[in-house]
């Protein structure tokens, strides 16, 4: 049982930090005077964060371990990438949720559900 709690607790991390990641993204778009509204990098944010969002929701019951290590390299990479955007457009919070989801996403890989879970052919 503390396998399993620990595999879910990564995925809950990555996907509340996506999540918090595209409220923070739709507010600095939509909302006057946070110095990004309505530019192209804020919506380009909003849509890493939606895919981060579908990718984490795609991972969670995925038991083929060939796919969980290609989603964990793409949602590494739209981290990073999100992360650094949201640098970029002095969106601290943003960031912030970031670097929350790659504590998530190294929880789910550490983890020893995981790295026990067959591999289906």
């Given at each position: 049982?503390?396998?399993?709690?620990?595999?879910?607790?990564?995925?809950?991390?990555?996907?509340?930090?996506?999540?918090?990641?595209?409220a923070?993204?739709?507010?600095?778009?939509?909302?006057?005077?946070?110095g990004?509204?309505?530019?192209?990098?804020?919506?380009?944010?909003?849509?890493?964060?939606?895919?981060?969002?579908?990718?984490?929701?795609?991972?969670?019951?995925?038991?083929?371990?060939?796919?969980?290590?290609?989603?964990?390299?793409?949602?590494?990479?739209?981290?990073?990438?999100?992360?650094?955007?949201?640098?970029?457009?002095?969106?601290?919070?943003?960031?912030?949720?970031?670097?929350?989801?790659?504590?998530?996403?190294?929880?789910?890989?550490?983890?020893?559900?995981?790295?026990?879970?067959?591999?289906?052919?």
């Amino acid at each position: 049982m503390s396998q399993s709690r620990s595999f879910r607790a990564g995925i809950i991390v990555l996907l509340v930090a996506s999540l918090a990641g595209l409220a923070i993204s739709l507010y600095a778009y939509f909302t006057p005077l946070t110095g990004v509204n309505g530019s192209l990098g804020a919506l380009a944010v909003i849509l890493s964060t939606i895919a981060l969002v579908i990718m984490t929701l795609v991972m969670a019951p995925l038991s083929c371990r060939s796919g969980r290590v290609a989603l964990r390299l793409l949602i590494l990479l739209a981290l990073v990438g999100t992360g650094f955007a949201g640098l970029l457009l002095h969106q601290w919070w943003l960031t912030a949720a970031m670097v929350v989801g790659l504590i998530g996403l190294l929880l789910d890989m550490a983890s020893p559900a995981a790295s026990t879970t067959p591999a289906h052919s």
